[in-house]
């Protein structure tokens, strides 16, 4: 049985292509993408969303966009990659092919509500974006929270260092979480059942020559492949993890995972804005990820890019 799912995210490279592997996957069915104003501008990511639809000839999944600010805005130059990807060579083809979805996109709010109410079963949220979207869904709407069978979120940094580098900040938080830290206080507190996937596993994972070269091989067959070697390019050369894919995968094959209940509370003011920590006292127990089959999570990545 295929588990509905709605995926937050905020148009980088590694959200587009878990959007990719969840949409692909026969374990999930993707009801609803929507697009947060993270790490992207989020017109540029909700075409190239688009155009990745277009390319591979996908269907059944509603695109959505939230214009909403965060509070912590991602660094410009990180942001900017959303035209890059937008006007990659490869969607040039796309001329001959009608546009997945034209027109004007529905509010990411409005589309997750649609789907809440809508859904005759549970479904499971994944957000590889700040929590700015989702956390005002449930603010608006308490009584949906029973329409969510869990929630899978790429962010925050339990027992390592951040990756936040901003003035007046002690590095100690993810970027996601420092995006909008109340945003993901609140959603923490409202009760959601949650899986945490933090940096402390992401960092075990980086993006390999390797795993890079065994998608290059396999791209020239399958169009997925290629469309995400493609993705991966703009990448090569910087370390980069598989922070959103990694998430997606928790969704499409969470055996894949050991998972640890931790009291995690998040901190929203000083120089540690956005920080997670494991408490004793307050907070609230979820389930973290701690340990990783990392060798089959990449044969996972690599056997749903081969399906189409």
């Known amino acids: ?33 929507t697009v947060t104003e993270g790490d992207c501008y989020v017109q540029q990511a909700f075409e190239a969303l688009q155009k990745m639809a277009t390319f591979l000839d996908l269907e059944g999944t509603e695109i959505a966009l939230s214009e909403d600010p965060v509070v912590n ?36 709010q409005a589309l997750i509500i649609d789907c809440l109410n809508h859904s005759r079963q549970p479904i499971t949220l994944v957000t590889t974006g700040p929590l700015t979207n989702i956390a005002s869904v449930f603010e608006e709407r308490p009584d949906l929270k029973e329409k969510v069978a869990e929630c ?12 936040v580098e901003a003035p007046d900040h002690d590095g100690a938080a993810e970027w996601n979480i420092y995006a909008d830290p109340l ?16 940096l402390d596993i992401t960092n075990q ?21 290629l469309l995400a070697a493609k993705i ?12 959103d894919t990694l998430t997606a995968a928790a969704v499409i094959s969470p055996d894949l995972f050991t998972f640890k209940e931790m ?46």
Do not use: C
């Open 205 to 225: 994972v980086p993006i390999t020559k390797e795993f890079l070269l065994k998608l290059d091989t396999q791209a020239e067959k399958f169009r997925a492949s």
């Open 152 to 163: 899978v979120i790429m962010g925050g940094a339990i027992g390592v260092p951040g990756n």
């Open 73 to 108: 805005p991602f660094p410009e130059n990180w942001r900017r990659e959303s035209y890059i990807i937008n006007e990659l060579p490869i969607f040039s083809e796309n001329a001959l092919k009608k546009t997945y979805q034209p027109g004007r996109p529905r509010k990411s």
């Open 1 to 33: 049985m295929t588990r509905p799912v709605i995926h937050d995210n905020d148009g980088h490279v590694d959200d587009l292509l878990s959007a990719l592997l969840l949409w692909l996957s026969p374990e999930v069915e993707l009801q609803a993408i």
């Open 183 to 198: 945003a993901a206080k609140k959603f923490l507190e409202s009760g959601i059942p949650i899986k945490l996937i933090p």
């Open 232 to 243: 991966y390019s703009l990448v090569k050369g910087f370390n980069y993890y598989f922070w």
């Open 263 to 308: 009291r995690v509370d998040i901190s929203t003011s000083g120089r540690s804005q956005g920080k997670t920590s494991s408490t004793f006292f307050g907070g609230r127990k979820i389930k973290v990820a701690t340990l990783l089959q990392k060798e089959a999570f990449e044969e996972l990545i690599l056997e749903v890019f081969r399906i189409k």
